[in-house]
């Protein structure tokens, strides 16, 4: 069993961030179609016929609640043909091959969806159309006298996500606490190394991601979840309504534009989809397997519960992601593509997805 979590950690390998240098789209450039002007169109936009759909997944948390969907697209179920490739983890790819129009909706870590929108030097136009997954994070020890954020002080923490949600999540609450200077925040390139640290430092200290914190926990003896990242954010009482937003799903705006129902159909599955898997754990889990969304359903039927998978839309959608990347973009420019995107960025369904 531990040679195959072993394997899983591999696996699971964090990609390098992918664009973090863009070009920034000029600020005159006119879009395709502004959201301000849906109002003036007829909806949905283009052809009301089926469609095929190629979708692109990340591996883990932004693909393990989509399983119900997966399923019934596969026995004929939905209107549209829904073709689902999981990518691993690899982001990049998943980025370009979107970029390539090798697929026509794709879930991103949620800054990237922004740089993607930013880059001048992209063949396709993205606009995001829902959050997949809100915080996720989660400090690890086996030392007892860690418990909240202020125990950190003179401490190491080790991590993942260098230049993702990860990393602009956790540098907020450390600067929130007056922590910055105190903590020493030291990145390694995948979960396998961090959970080696835990095993050969006593009392060592990781910041991870579900669902490698129950990975992490099988291997190494007396690990705890001592601090929930997501309620000690959630504590702070952000005023612009941001929440730590890990993924989202982004669509290739021209496809949105000559399909628009397969686009608002993927919206309601997802949302029956991810409401199915957090209600029906069991079975979820096994989707994981079947559709290797994640490589382990006895650890995927533990953790899926705590992934905070959701399928949030429209305006919900816009003021947790806005509210999250102008905290990253005050932070570092760079890291949501230079500026924040503008309206358009963020797609509005011309009716309820619930």
């Given amino acids: 069993m531990k040679k195959k979590v072993i394997s899983i950690l591999l696996a699971m390998a964090v990609a390098v961030p992918f664009l973090s240098a863009c070009q920034t789209?000029?600020?005159?450039?006119?879009?395709?179609?502004?959201?301000?002007?849906?109002?003036?169109?007829?909806?949905?936009?283009?052809?009301?016929?089926?469609?095929?759909?190629?979708?692109?997944?990340?591996?883990?948390?932004?693909?393990?609640?989509?399983?119900?969907?997966?399923?019934?697209?596969?026995?004929?179920?939905?209107?549209?043909?829904?073709?689902f490739e999981v990518a691993g983890i690899?982001?990049?790819?998943?980025?370009?091959?979107?970029?390539?129009?090798?697929?026509?909706?794709?879930?991103?870590?949620?800054?990237?969806?922004?740089?993607?929108?930013?880059?001048?030097?992209?063949?396709?136009?993205?606009?995001?159309?829902?959050?997949?997954?809100?915080?996720?994070?989660?400090?690890?020890?086996?030392?007892?006298?860690?418990?909240?954020?202020?125990?950190?002080?003179g401490k190491t923490v080790y991590s993942i996500g260098e230049g993702g949600p990860p990393e602009y999540t956790f540098d907020f609450l450390l600067d929130e606490?007056?922590?910055?200077?105190?903590?020493?925040?030291?990145?390694?390139?995948?979960?396998?190394e961090v959970v080696n640290l835990l095993q050969q430092e006593k009392g060592a200290v990781a910041l991870l991601p579900q669902p490698f914190v129950e990975v992490a926990k099988m291997l190494v003896p007396g690990l705890r979840e001592a601090i929930d990242v997501t309620a000690a954010?959630?504590?702070?009482?952000?005023?612009?309504g941001a929440e730590s937003v890990t993924t989202v799903t982004v669509v290739r705006r021209a496809f949105l534009e000559e399909h628009e129902q397969a686009v608002i159909e993927f919206l309601k599955m997802a949302k029956k989809s991810t409401d199915y898997c957090l209600k029906n754990v069991d079975e979820a889990a096994k989707w994981t397997e079947k559709y290797e969304t994640f490589l382990n359903p006895d650890i995927a039927k533990t953790a899926i519960p705590k992934c905070n998978i959701c399928t949030v839309t429209g305006e919900s959608m816009k003021e947790k992601l806005s509210g999250f990347l102008e905290i990253i973009y005050n932070s570092n420019p760079d890291a949501v593509g230079g500026?924040?995107?503008d309206d358009d960025f963020y797609y509005m369904p011309p009716e309820d997805i619930d």
Avoid: C, H
Avoid at 177 to 192: E, G, W
């Fill in 90 to 153: 690899d982001y990049s790819a998943v980025s370009a091959s979107l970029n390539d129009g090798d697929y026509d909706i794709a879930t991103v870590p949620s800054n990237v969806a922004a740089i993607l929108y930013n880059n001048d030097a992209m063949k396709e136009d993205v606009a995001v159309i829902d959050i997949g997954n809100l915080g996720l994070l989660y400090v690890l020890t086996t030392d007892p006298d860690i418990n909240k954020l202020e125990d950190l002080k």
């Fill in 25 to 83: 789209k000029d600020d005159t450039k006119e879009t395709t179609q502004a959201v301000d002007t849906y109002e003036n169109m007829e909806r949905p936009m283009g052809s009301a016929e089926a469609t095929d759909v190629n979708v692109g997944l990340i591996m883990g948390p932004p693909s393990m609640g989509l399983g119900y969907f997966m399923s019934e697209s596969e026995n004929g179920n939905t209107y549209n043909n829904y073709n």
């Fill in 177 to 192: 606490y007056n922590l910055t200077d105190d903590v020493n925040f030291s990145f390694r390139p995948t979960p396998f």
């Fill in 233 to 240: 954010w959630d504590k702070l009482n952000v005023d612009s």
């Fill in 339 to 341: 500026k924040l995107p």
